[in-house]
Nanobody, 122 residues
Framework: QVQLGESGGGLVQAGDSLRLSCAAS????????MGWFRQAPGKEREFVAA????????YYAEAVKGRFTIARDVARNTVYLQMNSLKPEDTAVYYC???????????????WGQGTQVTVSS
């Protein structure tokens, strides 16, 4: 069993940066691949980034490639999403997820956090 909790969201201006954290509990956290997803009002949930259990491979949505960086600290049971050059269209609730695959398909993740709101003003 893995429990996830996101933090670090907030209200920022376009061009600013934020770092989201996802703290995990459970001894088997290190065995899971991790992903970040987001959902804007009135829109479907979309993939943002994923990282393999060992941190060697990362994957990004085209919309965030070059601006966002996913990383994990196994010792701290934490996954991070560094978001730079934020745009108003990045406004959404951001969720972290844990699963057996580092995939862009949300249905393949087993555990989800409650989400953290990110609002980017123009």
């Amino acid at each position: 069993q893995v429990q996830l909790g996101e933090s670090g969201g907030g209200l920022v201006q376009a061009g600013d940066s934020l770092r989201l954290s996802c703290a995990a509990s459970g001894r088997t956290f290190r065995n899971y691949n991790m992903g970040w997803f987001r959902q804007a009002p009135g829109k479907e949930r979309e993939f943002v980034a994923a990282i393999t259990w060992g941190g060697r491979s990362t994957y990004y949505a085209e919309a965030v490639k070059g601006r966002f960086t996913i990383a994990r600290d196994v010792a701290r049971n934490t996954v991070y999403l560094q978001m730079n050059s934020l745009k108003p269209e990045d406004t959404a609730v951001y969720y972290c997820a844990a699963g057996k695959w580092a995939t862009n398909r949300g249905e393949q993740y087993e555990y989800w956090g409650q989400g953290t709101q990110v609002t980017v003003s123009s």
